[in-house]
């Protein structure tokens, strides 16, 4: 009964961070606008945090094992709150970046901590449940968001901060009074390194045998980026969006995803195979994007982007089977590479969307539907040359050694 009561304190502090992240995405663009910022500005506001999340979440794991779980859980939140704090009362673009680069660093404590607690609290049988519940965490977190951030909007644009920074403390406290220390001093690495990601690993693997796979899991980050990272400014140039209608479109956009992965995929992938998955995932993902640069009026901004999120939502769990099928003797390393590629895509995707906006309102969605097109097309191909399923690939190394 205990461990399920921190279960759910740690369940509500994922929710919380990620809503977090998914908050400020509808609101982002109308700070740009008013502080004189571009296409590039907004990009780089976006970038940012994942550059920083992508760089300190292996050394906050590597911190919570040797001072615990719970110290680094408590300086997540508050870190998080702190954050939220300084982007509400932010009244200049470099404060943003500011505000948006110590979220990144900070928050970012809290899911490594998150993670290695319910390994540390929940027997084999039960540890997938546990990861689970993270896992549902993030993805709720991400589709109450960018609705409740446009709905609070309508107050001030600096509210949805305040009253998600006012959530990241609840949660500190919570954990703070009813969360127990789940790593006992006898067990704590005094001896674990701190380690930073190494990129040439990174782009070592892309010549192996999974190359094709890791850039299909970049790609994958890359296209939801630059369609998310850069919707609120698309609409609101082209359509006159407010930061409540970019919320509620992008709140139906996270709850497709939520469905198409929680629901669809299984029984899609044991029909017709993650390899087909992948190659209509692709195609479709492409013509989505070609789609929603023909939507005019608020149905078809809904449907097209709505369709698009059903083909790109579908790539990631067939993508990271097939890994993880390949790479039998190695499947940790192999999916730990994986979440880099992807952690680099969400970096670079927005900061794509930015540039290319600046050039042209459709040119984002326009290269995003050539990229994958061509990536459809060198999938077709890399899917005959390929090696069987049943032969795995042994990965040795990994990529913060």
Same mark, same amino acid.
């Given at each position: 009964?205990?461990?399920?009561?921190?279960?759910?304190?740690?369940?509500?502090?994922?929710?919380?961070?990620? /809503?977090?992240?998914? =908050?400020?995405?509808?609101?982002?663009?109308?700070?740009?606008?008013?502080?004189?910022?571009?296409?590039?500005?907004?990009?780089?506001?976006?970038?940012?945090?994942?550059? /920083?999340?992508?760089?300190?979440?292996?050394?906050?794991?590597?911190?919570?094992?040797?001072?615990?779980?719970?110290?680094?859980?408590?300086?997540?939140?508050?870190?998080?709150?702190?954050?939220?704090?300084?982007?509400?009362?932010?009244?200049?673009?470099?404060?943003?970046?500011?505000? %948006?680069?110590?979220?990144?660093?900070?928050?970012?404590?809290?899911?490594?901590?998150?993670?290695?607690? @319910?390994?540390?609290?929940?027997?084999?049988?039960?540890?997938?449940?546990?990861?689970?519940?993270?896992?549902?965490?993030?993805? /709720?977190?991400?589709?109450?968001?960018?609705?409740?951030?446009?709905?609070?909007?309508?107050?001030?644009?600096?509210?949805?901060?305040?009253?998600?920074?006012?959530?990241?403390?609840?949660?500190?406290?919570?954990?703070?009074?009813?969360?127990?220390?789940?790593?006992?001093?006898?067990?704590?690495?005094?001896?674990?390194?701190?380690?930073?990601?190494?990129?040439?690993?990174?782009?070592?693997?892309?010549?192996?045998? *999974?190359?094709?796979?890791?850039? *299909?899991?970049?790609?994958?980050?890359?296209?939801?980026?630059?369609?998310?990272?850069?919707?609120?400014?698309?609409?609101?140039? %082209?359509?006159?969006?407010?930061?409540?209608?970019?919320?509620?479109?992008?709140? @139906?956009?996270?709850?497709?995803?939520? =469905?198409?992965?929680?629901?669809?995929?299984?029984?899609?992938?044991?029909?017709?195979?993650? %390899?087909?998955?992948?190659?209509?995932?692709?195609?479709?993902?492409?013509?989505?994007?070609?789609?929603?640069?023909?939507?005019?009026?608020?149905?078809?901004?809904?449907?097209?982007?709505?369709?698009?999120?059903?083909?790109?939502? /579908?790539?990631?769990?067939?993508?990271?089977?097939?890994?993880?099928?390949?790479? %039998?003797?190695?499947?940790?390393?192999?999916?730990?590479?994986?979440?880099?590629?992807?952690?680099?895509?969400?970096?670079?995707?927005?900061?794509?969307?930015?540039?290319?906006?600046?050039?042209?309102?459709?040119?984002?969605?326009?290269?995003?539907?050539?990229?994958?097109?061509?990536?459809?097309?060198?999938?077709?191909?890399?899917?005959?040359?390929?090696?069987?399923?049943?032969?795995?690939?042994?990965?040795?190394?990994?990529?913060?050694?």
């Amino acid at each position: 009964m205990n461990n399920r009561k921190n279960l759910i304190i740690l369940f509500f502090t994922m929710v919380v961070v990620m /809503m977090s992240f998914g =908050i400020v995405i509808p609101i982002m663009p109308f700070y740009i606008e008013s502080f004189g910022g571009n296409g590039l500005g907004m990009g780089m506001l976006m970038a940012i945090f994942s550059v /920083m999340q992508f760089i300190f979440a292996p050394i906050w794991g590597a911190l919570s094992d040797r001072f615990g779980r719970k110290p680094i859980l408590l300086f997540g939140a508050f870190g998080n709150a702190i954050s939220l704090l300084m982007f509400g009362f932010s009244t200049q673009l470099w404060m943003m970046y500011v505000a %948006r680069g110590l979220g990144g660093i900070l928050s970012s404590a809290t899911l490594p901590a998150a993670m290695a607690y @319910i390994g540390d609290t929940t027997d084999h049988k039960n540890r997938g449940a546990g990861m689970g519940i993270v896992g549902a965490a993030m993805g /709720m977190g991400m589709v109450l968001g960018p609705g409740l951030g446009g709905t609070l909007a309508k107050t001030s644009l600096s509210t949805p901060f305040f009253f998600a920074a006012g959530l990241s403390m609840f949660a500190l406290l919570l954990i703070f009074i009813f969360v127990p220390e789940s790593l006992e001093k006898t067990k704590r690495d005094l001896t674990s390194k701190i380690q930073m990601p190494k990129i040439s690993i990174l782009f070592r693997e892309l010549r192996g045998p *999974l190359g094709f796979m890791f850039l *299909l899991a970049f790609a994958v980050m890359f296209a939801l980026t630059n369609f998310e990272g850069i919707f609120g400014l698309y609409a609101q140039y %082209r359509f006159d969006y407010t930061a409540t209608q970019v919320g509620l479109v992008l709140t @139906i956009v996270g709850l497709i995803s939520t =469905i198409v992965q929680g629901i669809l995929t299984g029984p899609t992938t044991k029909w017709i195979g993650e %390899r087909n998955v992948i190659k209509i995932s692709l195609i479709g993902s492409s013509l989505g994007f070609v789609l929603m640069m023909f939507a005019k009026t608020s149905v078809p901004v809904y449907v097209t982007a709505g369709f698009f999120v059903l083909m790109n939502a /579908m790539l990631r769990p067939a993508i990271q089977s097939i890994i993880s099928k390949e790479a %039998r003797s190695g499947q940790g390393i192999a999916m730990g590479l994986a979440n880099s590629y992807m952690s680099l895509g969400r970096i670079f995707g927005p900061l794509w969307a930015g540039t290319m906006i600046d050039i042209n309102i459709i040119f984002p969605y326009l290269s995003g539907a050539i990229v994958f097109f061509f990536l459809f097309l060198a999938a077709m191909i890399w899917m005959k040359q390929s090696r069987s399923m049943n032969e795995p690939t042994v990965l040795p190394v990994n990529v913060t050694n």
